[in-house]
């Protein structure tokens, strides 16, 4: 891989730029129905086909004792459970043409009531016959504990689903040549895709190799295995040709995973002082039709978080996932995180207003000078140094008093575990790098080349970063949860490590210059089973016109990153992660009608945020004593600002509202009102 500066040149290589000689073109006919019987299906290939040579892309979720066990079809052949759900697919030499043999596919429905609150799920008939209920999984975290307390306040919040809306949309090429199937992929992980695949197709690891190109953004969707992706490898196997699948933005608002989606009811104990003595939560999540990763276990996760970064004594939570006639939920920027801190940064403003205290001494008097595991089993390093640090550099002391300001902090934790895996091989004086997590906007090339040259001595200019490849790095996690720079760190130092000690056995003695001369080759897993964490800190001012009109005037962040390997990529991450968490409470969700049709037809319907609507971002990192990578810290910070920025934002509207705000998004008509 060239710099990513080739990106803004025109020279990147996505899916959509593969062509080969002989290649079909897939195109997928979709439910239109949020829920129905499929009677019968004529033409294209169908899921009857499917029963008998490929296994779902997926089943299963954690329910209430026990696996609650629920496939997800490739195509569907007896029930159809979403708006968009595959049904049927056609291929044909041009794209264009496969788009008009959709229309020579003949499905027939027997049209059902869909579920389409969650509210009401375990009360409505199974959406799917091998199930008793609606129920995906339900757990409860922590203890009962006394509730009494000088102060008892109850709220309900909610932060609706929004769609992933990457630049560059889904796809793919897969070509069989008969004993082995190779996909080039738009990905966040050439790994999990591997899996995925084999099991599906019921293939052995070493008949699917998995390749990355260039990724036009992901921010979660991409992380997983699609019925879509199935289906081209299928094709592919079945006409002995190379077929391409790429999803158009219309498919990509209709049936791509969907995140957030979260309700919260929130009751918070304390003393008059400002101080907490206890959380009760019940939360309950919208896991769509098919409950597989995130959607299977966010209820779980966003409970495991609501004490926030605060020394909380007393906390249960009871979590719920339900099924719904909807698109899967999916990991989006946060999945889990920004619900968490919404819910419990909205309590502490609550009770600040309830007590008339500063919103932040509130937050101060709860932050902790030393370590602790929270009763929920999150652990949580010294907050109250960092909080400290946080008001001072965001100027919270110094507010000029134009607009409306919202401050809100917040632990971010990383996705570390498993590990990652990383090789480093030496040849022809270059040091070409393979990575587990797939870079899709990160420049994870700098992260190689300035871990690798501290570590090896060698000039950055000597360092490859290569393309995610299944047989050039035959295991590796992938690219989500603000794992890349913690995980990579430590694989690539355990790497340069091992590439030194084979240097000196052939050298004597290490040099740089005698390691590019020869040919080394290593391969590590680095196994990281800690819970990794940071701290954010977000100051928000907004302004209202007489219209309801919501302006975000200024947007200043704070963070913990320990050493950042790369500045100008941590401010880059702030920014745009900021632009998603403004569109998540100005202009962003996902409406379903009564029957389980969504409202949003285009892009425009989605309610991206626009240019013109962003703030000016101030972005200021904790100072980290100087030193090499090895030795020093490396913190996450990718999803932060979905995190802080939300919370913080919705409390500046609701000062220059002057009433209480409960979810996002946050409409003109609704501010209106």
């Known amino acids: 891989m060239e710099s990513p500066d080739r990106l803004t040149a025109g020279r990147g290589r996505f899916v959509d730029d593969i062509h080969m000689e002989g290649m079909l073109h897939l195109k997928v006919v979709r439910s239109p129905y949020a829920r129905a019987r499929v009677l019968s299906v004529k033409g294209g290939i169908t899921g009857n086909e499917f029963k008998a040579n490929v296994a779902a892309v997926g089943e299963g979720a954690w329910g209430a004792g026990g696996y609650v066990s629920v496939p997800y079809p490739a195509l569907a052949s007896d029930y159809v459970s979403y708006v968009g759900q595959p049904v049927a697919a056609v291929l044909a030499d041009d794209p264009y043409k496969a788009e008009d043999m959709m229309e020579e596919v003949d499905v027939d429905y027997e049209s059902l009531k869909p579920l389409v609150d969650p509210e009401s799920a375990l009360d409505f008939e199974p959406i799917h016959p091998s199930t008793k209920s609606n129920l995906v999984g339900r757990a409860r975290l922590g203890q009962e504990f006394d509730e009494d307390a000088p102060v008892v306040l109850e709220d309900e919040l909610l932060n609706q689903r929004i769609i992933p809306n990457p630049m560059e949309p889904r796809g793919l090429v897969a070509r069989y040549d008969g004993s082995r199937l190779t996909v080039w992929a738009s990905t966040q992980s050439v790994h999990t895709w591997k899996s995925g695949i084999c099991t599906a197709l019921q293939l052995p690891r070493e008949a699917v190799r998995v390749v990355e190109v260039d990724t036009g ?107 719904t006639n909807k698109v899967p939920l999916g990991p989006y920027r946060g999945a889990g995180r920004p619900e968490a801190a919404f819910f419990v940064e909205r309590m502490m403003d609550l009770l600040a207003d309830e007590l008339k205290l500063d919103p932040v001494d509130v937050r101060l008097r709860n932050a902790s000078p030393a370590p602790f595991v929270s009763p929920l089993g999150l652990k949580v390093d010294p907050f109250q140094p960092f909080l400290r640090s946080a008001v001072e550099a965001l100027g919270y002391a110094r507010r000029d008093g134009s ?76 690219t989500w949860g603000s794992r890349s720079a913690v995980v990579l760190r430590d694989s690539l130092v355990e790497a340069a490590t091992k590439i030194r000690e084979q240097a000196i056995a052939v050298l004597g003695e290490y040099s740089p210059k005698g390691l590019l001369e020869h040919e080394f080759d290593v391969t590590v897993f680095h196994r990281q089973g800690d819970q990794a964490n940071s701290f954010g800190a977000y100051l928000v001012r907004a302004s209202l016109s007489d219209a309801g009109e919501a302006k975000v005037e200024e947007c200043l962040a704070f963070h913990d990153v320990g050493r950042a390997i790369n500045p100008k990529m941590v401010e880059s991450q702030i920014i745009g992660g900021c632009a998603q968490g403004i569109g998540q409470v ?9 029957d389980g049709q969504q409202l949003v037809g285009t892009i425009a319907d989605a309610g991206l945020i626009l240019a013109s609507s962003m703030p000016h971002v101030t972005a200021r990192l904790m100072k980290e004593e100087p030193g090499a990578l090895s030795r020093g810290r490396v913190k996450g910070v990718g999803e932060a600002p979905t995190i802080g920025v939300p919370p913080a934002l919705v409390r500046a509207l609701e000062v220059a509202l002057g009433r209480r705000l409960r979810r996002t998004p946050l409409n003109p008509e609704e501010l209106r009102r």
């Not at 209820?299 to 978080?305: A, E, K, S, T």
């Not at 040259?453 to 996690?477: K, R, Y």
């Not at 100005?586 to 009564?594: M, P, Q, T």
Request: with cysteine.
């Open 217 to 323: 953004g992901a921010f979660g969707s991409k992380s997983a295995l699609y019925p879509e992706y199935a289906v081209a490898c299928y094709a592919s196997m079945k006409t002995g040709k190379p077929v391409k699948w790429i999803e158009t933005r219309s498919e990509h608002l209709q049936a791509t995973s969907q995140g957030r989606g979260a309700r919260g009811r929130m009751k918070i104990f304390a003393e008059r002082s400002g101080r907490v003595l206890g959380i009760k939560a019940d939360v309950l999540v919208d896991s769509g039709a098919f409950a597989l990763g995130v959607g299977a276990m966010a209820g779980r996760f966003v409970g495991l978080q609501l004490t926030g970064p605060y020394a909380i004594e007393n906390a249960v939570v009871d979590a719920t996932n339900v099924f």
């Open 403 to 478: 607009g409306a300001f919202g401050f809100s902090s917040f632990l971010l934790m990383s996705s570390v575990q498993p590990g990652e895996s990383s090789r480093v091989a030496v040849k022809g004086g270059k040091v070409r790098v393979w990575l587990g997590p797939s870079p899709g906007g990160q420049d994870h090339d700098v992260i190689a080349k300035v871990i690798l040259g501290e570590e090896l001595g060698v000039p950055e200019s000597a360092v490859e970063l290569q393309g995610g490849d299944t047989d050039q790095l035959d295991q590796g996690i992938g």
């Open 586 to 594: 100005l202009f962003e969700s996902v409406k379903y009608n009564e």
